[in-house]
């Protein structure tokens, strides 16, 4: 009986370290993925200089100029002509990892095709190649967005825009940025909401879906729309390992509603977000009944574009009704289910082109111990701390239409598994390592190129 249990233990231990190793890959990919978001295309469409549209030179923060611009469909133009509405970025990184090699390579090649048709249409594609260090290059379609717009309108004597979006994650196509998927930022997740691209089977990315927006008299902002997941084959085809597929979505609605007012040297905004769908995963299973409902706050003090300082707050909770329940030796998994994911962001810049961010994120869930191995606990904290400097993008600077970045960051985990140590539950005796969760920190430096 000792022995049973001792190889059921061992076998929970390694399905817990191969997920956290999994969910901490996948993590790293993400940040060296975060300074993507000025396009210098849209700065030769416009004329605007990306500091323009971004709080930092590099982004990813918008300012009310550069939301203003994503709601209009990417279409706003200097009327000088048409541009070729491609761009490109290299990422270089140098990894320090709390534990293992350190490494330093090119991680990262993309193709942005962004940029207008006509005043009505335009949109957004990145076209990603991912390095992993040992001759391996992985390309794929990262996040897309394409639109339509009706703008210049006037219902009830306000101004007035009408659009609707075609893009593969929810929350990516945001005005305002401040939802995970717009920010690619969302907790390490080992139970996550399923509006968190870091959460096990995230939608990010391997979902299409279309919904239609709304933007009355400068600071009303509504869009209701659907997802459908795509067949794991053709998540292959675009690049993704079908193992990480998100399941069969059926039913799936988005709604998002958000006030948001420009006050010229400050911008506020508050939001609400709901998603509700249906989850067979894997997709013979049974199906989860899944909501999530969450809200976001942010504030701007842009001044003079001096000092630029911002706060954000998303706070998103997902209820779980589960259409099976795992047996597990003589534990079975419990028939419904909560997650929770809180991020929390300051970021201060100097001229656009200095700064410093500090971002929290905690994702916590029910305790369950046979979904959640070997401690039953999914909770997670973490941390992480950057330094930046973009030199280019701004009117005054050598030039606005290329820029580059280079970004120091120290990810830090503080729990992991719901505990600080022995994090995968390594049994007393055994020869296996101990890993506490600062065993995952890293620190990167980063090196950002965009034309």
């Not at 300082?309 to 289910?337: D, M, W």
Request: net charge neutral; hydrophobic share 35%; proline share 6%.
């Amino acid at each position: 009986m000792l022995n049973t249990t001792s190889s059921r233990q061992r076998r929970r231990t390694v399905l817990a370290c191969s997920a956290g190793m999994l969910l901490l890959g996948g993590l790293c990919g993400l940040l060296v993925s975060l300074p993507a978001d000025a396009i210098p295309a849209y700065a030769r469409q416009t004329g605007s200089a990306c500091a323009d549209c971004h709080a930092g030179a590099y982004g990813p923060a918008l300012t009310p100029y550069g939301m203003r611009f994503k709601l209009n469909g990417y279409t706003d133009t200097d009327g000088q002509g048409l541009k070729i509405p491609l761009a490109a970025q290299l990422i270089g990184t140098h990894a320090v990892p709390e534990r293992g090699d350190s490494s330093t390579r090119l991680t990262e090649a993309d193709i942005f095709i962004a940029g207008r048709l006509n005043d009505h249409f335009g949109g957004f594609a990145k076209v990603e190649t991912d390095n992993d260090g040992h001759n391996n290059y992985n390309t794929k379609l990262s996040n897309l967005d394409l639109r339509f717009v009706a703008k210049d309108l006037n219902l009830g004597k306000k101004d007035a825009m009408f659009g609707v979006s075609v893009n593969n994650s929810p929350g990516f196509q945001d005005a305002i940025g401040a939802l995970p998927n717009a920010a690619s930022l969302g907790p390490p997740a080992v139970s996550g909401t399923l509006l968190n691209p870091s959460s096990a089977h995230a939608l990010a990315n391997r979902v299409l879906g279309a919904t239609a927006y709304g933007f009355y008299d400068a600071q009303w902002y509504a869009e209701l729309g659907t997802y459908s997941s795509m067949q794991p084959s053709v998540q292959d085809d675009l690049g993704y390992n079908p193992n990480g597929d998100p399941g069969k979505l059926s039913g799936t609605s988005y709604l998002r509603l958000a006030w948001m007012k420009d006050l010229k040297r400050q911008f506020v905004s508050i939001g609400i977000v709901t998603l509700d769908t249906t989850r067979k995963l894997p997709r013979s299973a049974a199906g989860d009944d899944i909501t999530d409902l969450g809200y976001d706050l942010t504030y701007q003090f842009l001044g003079n574009r001096e000092h630029i300082a911002q706060i954000s707050y998303v706070n998103i909770y997902e209820k779980r009704q589960y259409g099976s329940t795992p047996v597990v030796g003589a534990l079975s998994g419990l028939p419904h289910g909560s997650a929770r994911d809180r991020t929390l962001s300051l970021t201060y810049t100097f001229r656009q082109s200095y700064g410093v961010n500090w971002v929290h994120l905690v994702s916590t869930g029910s305790h369950d111990p046979v979904r959640y191995p070997p401690f039953g606990n999914p909770d997670t904290t973490s941390d992480l701390y950057s330094l930046f400097w973009a030199p280019f993008g701004k009117d005054d600077s050598w030039t606005t239409k290329a820029n580059l970045k280079i970004a120091a960051t120290w990810f830090r985990f503080s729990k992991f598994n719901g505990r600080s140590s022995n994090i995968f539950g390594v049994p007393p005796g055994s020869t296996s390592p101990v890993t506490n969760a600062h065993d995952l920190d890293q620190f990167s430096l980063i090196v950002s190129l965009a034309f």
